[in-house]
């Protein structure tokens, strides 16, 4: 459980990270690139979380 808020943490980071590149790039192919990357982390953050809300770790 702890392996997994830690990887719950580096997440959240790289979503803010992804999410400043994007809002800071000027080139709107690297707009949609870290904008998708920001969603995709995100997504990975949700399933992260849900597997801490049931209390076990995905096989």
Do not use: N, W, Y
């Amino acid at each position: 459980m702890k392996d997994m808020k830690a990887h719950l943490e580096k997440l959240r980071v790289q979503i803010a990270e992804c999410e400043i590149i994007r809002d800071l790039a000027t080139d709107r192919k690297k707009r949609e690139l870290f904008g998708r990357l920001a969603e995709h982390h995100k997504v990975l953050a949700g399933e992260i979380e849900r597997a801490i809300a049931a209390g076990s770790e995905p096989a």
